[in-house]
């Protein structure tokens, strides 16, 4: 009997240390995050903490698709572009009344600012992979950042065209400031991309400062004091935006890539969609900087499973990080460092 009780527990001894070997030698498990995606609130949606009501009059509610709207704003500069930017060079001197607008200037710049005007009294915008190339490309970086940003800078101008008529034509500069920020918040509520996302907190940011000039020279000292409460908000979400971003790029001369186990927590567990987007394109530099086979088993799995994502967003980059090579991976460190 006694031999057989030992035969027994050697075996379940051997059992549990073979179950062991196994999980630790052959199904590894992945390195876990670190704190840069653990702390409180980096897993969260970000959003400003009070509404933009605070500053604008409503929130826009007309139907539609406000980018049908920024579209045409994004041809006519496009289709005007050097007439324009003519014009844009003088913005300090206009802003400071040493310069003024001609109605010939005034006019090409509302080719652009009409659109914008009218995309500002839609409720929602949808554009990335609707009116743009349904693919991402090395270095990964959306073309439309810079469209949305040259079309800001034309309701920009009319801000400072409007200031300095004086305090009659007070109304129509804030009415072009207050186009800017609805369309930053359009960018930021798509959640496509996280660079979207952040160029829209950055036209946010650029119309509450330049409004912030706007009150004070108006003498609203309640406007200036929402204005300045609504923008901590936006440096707050800014804030945890820039420290995501640097986590899922991290790349250093040695081509080490980001932290395996914090790409991992974003890609299965953040709220926001345009930062899983970031993380799952990251999965491509995982997966030629890591060591671990934990790690390597784990990016395989998530980007089958990204793979079959019913957003087609995250399926594009689940095949950018499927199809990322060595050449392509030097390709986008360089990008990242420039």
Partial sequence: MGNRLAWITALVIGVFLAAIIIKIV???SPTPPTCATTAVGMLDLQTPSKPLTLIIPAN???????GDDYHKAIEAYHANREGIEKVLEHYEQVLQDKYRLTDDDVAILKKVAAPIRAGSAKRQMSYYFRLTPKKIEIPYWPKVVDDFQEISYVPKMLFAHYF????E????AEKYLFDILI???HMIDERARLDIVRAGIGLEKEACGALLTLYQKWQRPDRVEAVKEYLDGLETISSVYSDLYKTIWRFDPGMHGPHPGDIFNLVVNHA??????EAILA???VKL???SRGDRRMVRRLIREKLQSQDRIERAAAKCAQSLDREGLDRLASSVWK
Avoid at 164 to 167: A, M
Avoid at 272 to 277: A, E, M
């Fill in 289 to 291: 900087t890591c060591s």
């Fill in 272 to 277: 926001d969609r345009s930062v899983r987007v």
């Fill in 164 to 167: 300095s008529l004086g305090r």
């Fill in 26 to 28: 052959v199904f590894p």
């Fill in 183 to 185: 369309l930053g918040q």
């Fill in 60 to 66: 826009p509610n007309g139907d539609g698709d406000a």
């Fill in 169 to 172: 034509t007070y109304p129509q």
């Fill in 283 to 285: 999965l491509g530099v």
